[in-house]
């Protein structure tokens, strides 16, 4: 294991607009760049990162959308990835105007359900995480591999999500995995999340 400091910019009215959806994992982003000296530059969080995952991080985007956001892509399962993200959204992001609005478009799908045919929500429960009040929930979704061909080839995608509030945005820390290989991964997922310090 690698101690990783997690070092962000944190930039005033650069946010752009987009729907806030869930993003796609897996989507091909650009390489982790050097990190730059700069004076506005704030240490958000550490964290222990896996050996042998891939780290990625798109700094441009985090100016533009003020999502800090820390992606580890662990070893294919399959047809999926296997994918833990630690991420600080600041207030006045692109996506959600606060924990609350995460919790609420992440812990249930579109139609506000918490059980469906293809979807299963937990209930979010409150726990505490880096000495953090935190707000924790799963989820299991089927997803479509091909949704733009007529091929019904699908797979059953585990999730984990930590939210833990602060006074100018909140922290995520989310696990991204195959059905089949969530349980494997997971001990990877809890060493992260077990080293991680809000600075």
Avoid: Q
Avoid at 31 to 39: N, P, Q, S, V
Avoid at 74 to 84: M, S, Y
Avoid at 166 to 191: C, E, I, Q, T
């Amino acid at each position: 294991m690698i101690k990783l400091l997690f070092s962000v910019l944190l930039l005033s009215g650069c946010g752009c607009a987009n729907d806030g959806a869930r993003e796609a994992p897996g989507r091909n982003r650009p390489a982790a760049k050097t990190a730059e000296k700069t004076d506005a530059a704030a240490e958000r969080f550490a964290c222990e990162t896996p050996a042998g995952w891939e780290i990625k991080r798109d700094r441009e985007k985090e100016k533009k959308t003020k999502i800090l956001k820390l992606e580890l892509a662990g070893p294919r399962e399959g047809n999926a990835p296997v994918l833990i993200y630690a991420a600080f959204y600041g207030t006045g992001n692109a996506s959600f105007s606060d924990h609350a609005d995460f919790i609420e478009r992440n812990s249930k799908n579109i139609l506000g359900e918490t059980r469906s045919d293809t979807e299963k929500f937990s209930p979010v429960k409150e726990t505490a995480l880096a000495g953090k009040k935190t707000f924790e929930f799963d989820s299991e979704i089927k997803e479509y591999l091909h949704p733009e061909s007529k091929s019904a080839e699908s797979v059953v995608i585990k999730e984990k999500f930590y939210v833990i509030p602060a006074k100018d945005g909140f922290f995520v820390l989310h696990y991204y995995a195959p059905a089949a290989a969530y349980g494997k991964h997971l001990p990877v997922f809890k060493k992260l999340t077990a080293t991680f310090k809000i600075l």
